[in-house]
């Protein structure tokens, strides 16, 4: 008999904030850290929240665009993200209230396996759906543009 898994889950994180820059975060059985550049008074340990969320969406791309690819039989071999963004720094300068800090976000994705292109246009299709990371900047106002490509 097959164990159905929990559709909802309740998670935590863990943090303790040294100073003003610095978080150490842990969740499950790992810990990082979020920090500033010192340049702006951080400790330079770790990206800064704003860079965080963006390796987020980075992380999610991956992991569900492989699940997708699982899904539908697609081979696309070990994957290559790099990020583009724009981002509006107004409001983390405290210099005005700002609706859509992420403008734009572009996602060049690398494949090398042997999925061909119509193939990667149906991962597209289905990760657009599924990826909880990108569906929050999506609603937030953000616009992503993924540009899938084979090594």
């Given at each position: 008999m097959?164990?159905?898994q929990k559709t909802t889950i309740s998670q935590s994180i863990k943090s303790t904030s040294p100073s003003h820059a610095l978080s150490n975060l842990s969740v499950r059985d790992v810990?990082?850290?979020?920090?500033?550049?010192?340049?702006?008074?951080?400790?330079?340990?770790g990206p800064t929240p704003t860079e965080a969320a963006i390796a987020?969406?980075?992380?999610?791309?991956?992991v569900i665009a492989n699940k997708c690819a699982d899904k539908l039989g697609v081979d696309l071999?070990?994957?290559?993200?790099?990020?583009t963004y724009t981002f509006d720094r107004r409001g983390v300068m405290l210099m005005e209230e700002v609706e859509i800090p992420f403008t734009k976000i572009v996602l060049n994705i690398v494949a090398d396996g042997t999925a061909t292109v119509a193939e990667l246009n149906n991962v597209s299709t289905e990760l657009e759906k599924y990826c909880p990371v990108a569906k929050?900047?999506?609603?937030?106002g953000t616009q992503i543009e993924e540009i899938w490509s084979k090594a």
């Open positions: 097959a164990i159905q810990t990082f850290a979020i920090d500033e550049p010192t340049e702006r008074g951080g400790t330079n340990l987020a969406l980075i992380g999610c791309t991956n071999g070990h994957l290559t993200i790099d990020a929050i900047f999506r609603h937030a």
